[in-house]
């Protein structure tokens, strides 16, 4: 994981000062090293390194090709780099590094801009092709690495973070108020918007072109409707296979672990690969919240040595001022401070990458919540929420909209709504687009990097998604169980009182902290 950063102007010249100070705003993210380059009199590119992937000079960033005319900024790990290496040395390409980042670079002077679907991994990288005086970039399927940008009169800038544009002397800290409601409804700014006019995000799943002034984007991925669900059998093999492939790492390597059935998961497949993991808990001292006692099982039935923090109240007050800087704009989910101290502790005990257990409740249906939409009454339920979109539709087009500002084209997220799509499944594919990745991604890589550790999370790896996401609603919910194929599928590797353990979920005792 790291910081990248870096400008594209067509004749403005890419001042020093502002450029310097934005690239150390990033310094977190890269604890390890600083990179440098202008790439010619258009384009400068920044980066902050955490060495994860050969960790000499060799992998310093930015990387450059053979001819010296293609450079890269990358912060991410591409998990089958070794594959496509061995494909690109098939074709004459020369590596200078053992750097998992370099394939990006060879990749494109390969296949050019298709090379992004080529990738299985969480990045987020920029290109710049000097001999087209052209940027390229792209942010990973599941939007688990950032990417924004600004455009400043002829000037692209983009960052890893939205603190290192607004550092710059130009930017304008104007308030996008569209963004407000949606903060205020969702709690946090969703899809391409940030809180300000000037910046914007490049979505999960999207690469963008910017050449001659101009910029264009596109979505690259989808995810695909199943018709049929694989067996149990290949389920297992296929999350078997994701933990493994996230498990490379030239850096020791440890495990998020709250004794559930997802990170359970992942830390058992680890031992069956042979590693016996570093395991990292967090938990609070009233009975009902703490979920340490669960990790303590897991582990000793696993083999991991555990380490333990505890979540207080004058704990999170403390961290608070903290995680206001992580986030650069409004975000609620304040269980940030608790994994930004795991990854503090991992950080201390010799250990730079964890593995995660999120995305497991999105594609396997997890949430409490999908309850309803499996339920008799879930044909009542959407029709009531039907009827009050097409009331606010309507209140719209009477042109009430201009008074209500909070009434707009987009109201509960109707880019992301397949009302095609069964009811489960339809509520997943929703999460899938806004929550997961605005809230429950975006909370762990600020979190993590905040404190120089990259989280990977195996569940959401690329081929479970084009195998086992979107699965028919009876097979998810089979015998009104939720994640009934995913427990199926992992049944051989956990024991039986971690699978019928009931979902509880990361909850703070603010009850218990007010008094």
Known sequence: MCGIFGAIGLKEKISSPDFDLMLRTLAPRGPDGCGDVRCDENCRLGHMRLAIMDTSAAGNQPLKNEAGDIWCVVNGEIYNYPQLRKELEGLGHRFSSGSDSETVLHAYEQWGEKSVERFRGIFAFVLYDSRKKKLFGARDSIGAKPLYYWKDGQTLWFASELKALVRHSRFAKKIDREAMYDYLAYRYVPFDKTIYKSAKKIPAAHAFVFERGRMRSWRYWRPKIQKQSPSADAISEIV????????????????????????????????????????????????????????????????????????????????????????????????????????????????????????????????????????????????????????????????????????????????????????????????????????????????????????????????????????????????????????????????????????????????????
């Not at 997802?262 to 690969?273: H, N």
């Not at 582990?299 to 923090?309: D, M, N, Q, S």
């Not at 989910?333 to 201390?348: E, G, K, N, P």
């Not at 709504?417 to 899938?432: C, S």
Request: proline share 3%; glycine share 8%; aromatic share 12%.
């Open 240 to 515: 078997r296979e994701s933990v493994k492939a996230q498990l490379m790492s030239d850096v020791p390597v440890g495990v998020l672990l709250s004794g559930g059935i997802d990170s359970s998961t992942v830390a058992a497949l680890t031992a069956l690969e042979g590693h016996r993991l570093k395991a990292f808990t967090c938990g609070f001292e009233e009975e009902g919240f703490d979920e340490r006692p669960y990790a303590r099982i897991a582990a000793k039935e696993i083999g991991l040595e555990l380490h333990e923090c505890v979540m207080t109240c004058e704990r999170l007050l403390e961290g608070l001022p903290a995680y206001i800087d992580w986030f650069d704009e409004p975000f609620f989910d304040y269980s940030a401070v608790a994994i930004h101290d795991l990854c503090r502790l991992a950080r201390q005990k010799g250990v730079k990458v964890l593995l995660a257990g999120d995305g497991a409740d999105e594609l396997f249906a997890g949430y409490r919540w999908y309850d309803d939409y499996a339920s008799a009454d879930a044909k009542t339920y959407w029709a009531k929420v039907k009827a009050e979109m097409m009331y606010f539709e309507g209140t719209r087009r009477r042109g009430l909209g201009k008074r209500l500002p909070w009434v707009r084209e987009d109201w509960f997220f109707r880019k992301f709504d397949k009302v095609e799509l069964p009811f489960v499944t339809r509520a997943q594919y929703l999460d899938f687009h806004t929550f997961m990745v605005d809230d429950v991604l975006t909370k762990v890589d600020r979190a993590s990097m905040a404190a120089g550790i990259e989280v990977r999370v195996p569940l959401l790896d690329q081929r479970l998604l084009d195998e086992a996401f979107l699965l028919p609603q009876a097979d998810l919910y089979a015998g009104g169980e939720r994640k009934a194929l995913f427990k199926k599928a992992l049944a051989k590797f956990l024991s039986g009182d971690v699978l019928t353990r009931r979902k509880k979920g990361f909850g703070f005792p603010l009850e218990n902290w007010r008094e």
